[in-house]
Nanobody
């Protein structure tokens, strides 16, 4: 069983920054693929960013590329999402997710590519 706990959400003005954290349980965290997704009211959950266990292979949705950065600290069992230049359309509940077995890049951009999910943290960007 893997537990994921997100933190760092909040209210920020457009153009501002936030850093989300996701703390994971499990001794093999370093082998997980980790992803961030978001879900706005009335919309489906969408892919934001992901990285593989090494942290070298990272993937981003086009809508956040150049503004968001995913990183991980395997010693702390934590994955981060640094969000800069935030826009009102970034407002959503943000979820982190863990994939315990190998997934292709395409699979890591879908909810089906993950085995465990956190409870989510709200990010609200005001205009």
């Amino acid at each position: 069983q893997v537990q994921l706990v997100e933190s760092g959400g909040g209210l920020v003005q457009a153009g501002g920054s936030l850093r989300l954290s996701c703390a994971a349980s499990g001794r093999t965290f370093s082998s997980y693929a980790m992803g961030w997704f978001r879900q706005a009211p009335g919309k489906e959950r969408e892919f934001v960013a992901a990285n593989r266990w090494s942290g070298v292979n990272t993937y981003y949705a086009d809508s956040v590329k150049g503004r968001f950065t995913i990183s991980r600290d395997n010693a702390k069992n934590t994955v981060y999402l640094q969000m800069n230049s935030l826009k009102p359309e970034d407002t959503a509940v943000y979820y982190c997710a863990a994939g315990l077995t190998y997934r292709t890049k395409a699979e890591l951009t879908t909810t089906e590519g993950y085995d465990y999910w956190g409870q989510g943290t709200q990010v609200t960007v005001s205009s």
